[in-house]
């Protein structure tokens, strides 16, 4: 599986931004999807997840509210949707994929990086204030 996000930009706080996540293959409904970042300095960190079917989701407690995670499984493509945004959101934004084929893998262990098997290139987000 390739992924390749896009949709990051330069944006003021409070505005909004969806980051798009396009994946290769035929396979993208056995795939749990997860966005993460990494700020300049720290390490990356969870964002949100998302279960292959769409059903259901996880976030971490830094983004409740402002951004939605949800995906297209006809177009292989997850979307992060970001609402007020804001400076301390800046980062590289990446998607990643983690093969759930049987559907048993619980959704919460998605949090971990170290549980996906594809990485997107990431996408820069900058929100200035």
């Known amino acids: 599986v390739q992924l390749q996000a896009s949709g990051g930009g330069l944006v003021q706080a409070g505005d909004s931004l969806r980051l798009s996540c396009a994946a290769s293959?035929?396979?993208?409904?056995?795939?749990?999807m997860g966005w993460f970042r990494q700020a300049p300095g720290k390490e990356r960190e969870f964002v949100v997840a998302?279960?292959?079917?769409?059903?259901?989701?996880i976030y971490a407690d830094s983004v409740p509210g402002r951004f939605t995670i949800s995906r297209d499984n006809a177009k292989n493509t997850v979307y992060l949707q970001m609402n007020s945004l804001q400076p301390e959101d800046t980062a590289v934004y990446y998607c990643?994929?983690?093969?759930?084929?049987?559907?048993?893998?619980?959704?919460?262990?998605?949090?971990?990086?170290?549980?996906?098997?594809?990485w997107g290139q990431g996408t820069l987000v900058t929100v200035s204030s």
């Open positions: 998302i279960s292959r079917s769409g059903g259901r989701r």
């Open positions: 990643a994929a983690r093969l759930n084929g049987l559907g048993s893998l619980p959704l919460d262990s998605g949090r971990s990086s170290r549980n996906y098997d594809y």
């Open positions: 293959g035929r396979t993208f409904s056995r795939y749990d």
